[in-house]
């Protein structure tokens, strides 16, 4: 079991930057695929970027791409999620998540059936 707790949500003006943290406990990080998904009030759960067990590979979600940065440190047992250029529509609460999959060793995973635990989330909100 491995728990995964975000922290650095908060509320920034469009334009601005912002950097989540996904910090994990109980387990060595990289063992896991790992992944950042975002839910807006009354929207599904989408996926924002992805990165494979030992940083080699990323992924990003089409309307991030170049704006968002997903890194890792696993000595740290932490994921990050640089997120610059912020916009209205990024407003979400984000979560991280962690996947046991085999295919995570070599591609990002950008489905959530891919992943095996969830954080609680970070709230983030842009305003206009």
């Known amino acids: 079991q491995v728990q995964l707790v975000e922290s650095g949500g908060g509320l920034v ?3 601005g930057s912002l950097r989540l943290s996904c910090a994990a406990s109980g ?3 990289s063992g ?3 992944g950042w998904f975002r839910q807006a009030p009354g929207k599904e759960r989408e996926f924002v970027a992805g990165i494979t067990r030992s940083g080699g590979s990323t992924a990003n979600a089409d309307s991030v791409k170049g ?3 997903i890194s890792r440190d696993n000595a740290k047992n932490t994921v990050y999620l640089q997120m610059n250029s912020l916009k209205p529509e990024d407003t979400a609460v984000y979560y991280c ?3 046991k999959a085999l295919s995570g060793i070599g591609v990002p995973l950008q489905r959530g059936y891919d992943y095996d635990y969830w954080g609680q989330g970070t709230q983030v909100t842009v305003s206009s």
Request: no cysteine.
């Open 32 to 34: 896991y695929a790992m």
């Open 27 to 29: 387990r060595t990080l």
């Open 67 to 69: 704006r968002f940065t």
């Open 13 to 15: 003006q469009a334009g």
């Open 97 to 99: 998540a962690a996947s």
